[in-house]
């Protein structure tokens, strides 16, 4: 087989392709050999007749069409091989000469990793932080138990800091026109919880159940909607309700109702050990992250623009699918960000390169230091994950060659990084 390649660009080739009856009649015996299972041939049991046989009983073209879509495939996977690419997507293939069984030469262009050139990794170093956990985080978690098994009393006085105020609300701009999100139906919020818009809440003091309010706020330069930083916002709200807000006293019997506790102490104690697993996890994969990170910076790689549009693409499904489950649709998204759908993504197009980057960086290093995931690791994976879906789409969903792939990718991910900390960390 002649094999020759063309670089059209860092991150794009043209791979030329011609081989001869030695290569191509292993290939044409295999096409035959899926015939037999359906072709008769009288005077001999299915699958059972010689394939210089079955040749003469299938229609030509059909022979063909098998013939050449096998060839392709198996021909360019050997090319690929045999000069070290790594495809991203599907191949331009233009066939430039056939002759049936003997001779098939074509062309295939397509999108390949470029060259990686690899940081010394293994010098990288990076103190692993200690995790603490203090008797305020222990005392936040307790206030919000005490929040959460708070009583609510219904009040017939002016609302003040601590009372729960049940509102009706609507939002417009400097134009008087409603602006999208700013509006909400029976919506209970505690005056002081610092849970909404920076100047709303201190408006609601003095409020009465029943009565109507009107105030500007103006929303900060860092608000999470860019089309509604520095933004004047006049608010119309009416009191459906006021409530005092009972908090329970901190005791044993406190800690009792919390859980399976005897006491207050007991109750802190698992608290303390709770926050400091939480705290242990984020901690680790911050950690995590602040190493590939260096590696990533350190390192170069020539990327195909494929993989940063399929990258996108990801993270637009993502997003979109957490706008859903908020109420949102994309359009309304889009303007409040004040952006056109180009915007957003050339916003998110860094971050979309940083990803793919440290994913080809993290793969060429697992290449190099020859991670892989054993058949019993995968199955041990893929047996936990089942257990925890008793649905059985997803039982099937997990059954599918390419969940088994993309787990198996995960944990060889898992794996190269385990070995960057330990290098980082000795």
Same mark, same amino acid.
């Given at each position: 087989?002649?094999?020759s390649?063309t670089?059209?660009?860092?991150?794009?080739?043209?791979?030329s392709?011609?081989a001869?009856?030695?290569?191509?009649?292993?290939?044409?015996n295999?096409v035959?050999?899926?015939?037999? *299972?359906t072709?008769?041939v009288?005077g001999?049991?299915t699958?059972k $007749?010689?394939?210089?046989?079955? #040749?003469?009983? %299938? /229609?030509?073209?059909r022979l063909?069409?098998?013939?050449i879509?096998?060839s392709l495939?198996e021909?360019f996977?050997?090319a690929v091989?045999e000069?070290k690419?790594?495809?991203?997507?599907q191949?331009?293939?233009?066939i430039?000469?056939?002759?049936?069984?003997?001779?098939l030469g074509?062309?295939a262009k397509?999108?390949?990793v470029?060259a990686?050139?690899?940081a010394?990794?293994?010098t990288?170093?990076l103190?692993?932080?200690?995790?603490e956990?203090?008797?305020?985080?222990v005392?936040?978690?307790?206030?919000?138990l *005490?929040k959460?098994?708070?009583?609510?009393?219904?009040?017939?006085? $002016?609302?003040?800091?601590g009372d #729960?105020v049940w %509102? /009706?609300?609507?939002?417009?701009?400097?134009?008087d026109?409603?602006?999208?999100?700013a509006?909400?139906?029976d919506y209970?919020?505690?005056i002081?919880?610092?849970?909404?818009i920076?100047?709303?809440?201190?408006?609601?003091?003095?409020?009465?159940?029943?009565?109507?309010?009107?105030?500007?706020?103006?929303?900060?330069k860092?608000?999470?909607?860019?089309?509604?930083?520095?933004k004047k916002?006049?608010?119309?709200?009416?009191?459906?309700?006021v409530?005092?807000?009972?908090?329970?006293k901190?005791?044993?019997?406190?800690?009792?109702?919390?859980?399976?506790f005897d006491?207050?102490?007991?109750?802190?104690?698992?608290i303390?050990?709770q926050?400091?697993?939480?705290?242990?996890y984020?901690v680790?994969r911050?950690?995590?992250?602040d190493?590939i990170?260096?590696?990533?910076?350190?390192s170069?790689?020539?990327?195909?623009?494929?993989?940063v549009?399929n990258?996108?693409?990801r993270?637009?499904?993502?997003?979109?699918?957490?706008?859903t489950?908020?109420?949102?649709?994309?359009?309304?998204?889009?303007?409040q960000e004040?952006?056109?759908?180009?915007?957003?993504?050339?916003?998110h197009?860094p971050?979309a390169?940083?990803?793919?980057?440290?994913g080809l960086?993290?793969?060429?290093?697992?290449?190099?230091?020859g991670?892989?995931v054993?058949?019993?690791?995968?199955e041990?994976?893929?047996?936990m994950?089942?257990?925890?879906?008793?649905?059985?789409?997803?039982?099937?969903?997990?059954?599918?060659?390419?969940?088994?792939?993309d787990?198996a990718a995960?944990m060889l991910?898992?794996?190269?990084?385990?070995?960057l900390?330990?290098y980082?960390s000795?």
């Amino acid at each position: 087989m002649q094999i020759s390649k063309t670089d059209n660009s860092p991150t794009n080739v043209t791979v030329s392709i011609e081989a001869g009856a030695a290569e191509l009649a292993p290939i044409k015996n295999h096409v035959l050999s899926h015939f037999t *299972r359906t072709v008769r041939v009288p005077g001999f049991r299915t699958g059972k $007749a010689p394939l210089n046989l079955v #040749e003469k009983h %299938i /229609d030509p073209q059909r022979l063909n069409e098998e013939f050449i879509e096998h060839s392709l495939n198996e021909l360019f996977r050997r090319a690929v091989d045999e000069l070290k690419l790594r495809p991203v997507g599907q191949p331009e293939i233009t066939i430039k000469k056939f002759v049936p069984y003997t001779t098939l030469g074509f062309e295939a262009k397509f999108d390949v990793v470029g060259a990686v050139k690899l940081a010394n990794y293994k010098t990288i170093k990076l103190p692993k932080p200690k995790v603490e956990v203090t008797a305020k985080d222990v005392n936040d978690v307790i206030e919000n138990l *005490r929040k959460q098994s708070a009583e609510r009393q219904d009040v017939d006085r $002016a609302a003040k800091g601590g009372d #729960e105020v049940w %509102i /009706d609300f609507a939002g417009r701009d400097e134009k008087d026109e409603p602006v999208a999100g700013a509006d909400g139906k029976d919506y209970p919020l505690i005056i002081g919880s610092n849970t909404f818009i920076p100047g709303f809440e201190p408006n609601l003091i003095g409020i009465k159940a029943g009565e109507e309010k009107e105030f500007t706020v103006t929303f900060p330069k860092d608000y999470g909607v860019a089309a509604l930083q520095n933004k004047k916002v006049t608010f119309k709200v009416k009191a459906n309700k006021v409530q005092e807000v009972v908090l329970p006293k901190v005791d044993d019997e406190f800690a009792k109702k919390a859980g399976p506790f005897d006491s207050l102490k007991s109750l802190k104690e698992d608290i303390k050990m709770q926050v400091k697993s939480e705290k242990q996890y984020q901690v680790d994969r911050q950690y995590e992250n602040d190493i590939i990170k260096k590696v990533s910076d350190k390192s170069s790689v020539e990327i195909p623009e494929t993989l940063v549009e399929n990258q996108l693409m990801r993270m637009e499904e993502d997003e979109k699918q957490n706008l859903t489950y908020r109420g949102l649709t994309w359009q309304e998204h889009l303007n409040q960000e004040g952006l056109t759908e180009e915007q957003h993504r050339d916003r998110h197009r860094p971050d979309a390169e940083e990803r793919v980057k440290a994913g080809l960086i993290l793969s060429e290093i697992s290449d190099k230091e020859g991670i892989d995931v054993m058949p019993e690791e995968l199955e041990i994976r893929m047996q936990m994950l089942k257990g925890q879906y008793q649905d059985p789409q997803m039982q099937a969903q997990l059954d599918r060659p390419e969940a088994r792939q993309d787990i198996a990718a995960r944990m060889l991910t898992e794996k190269t990084i385990l070995k960057l900390v330990e290098y980082a960390s000795k």
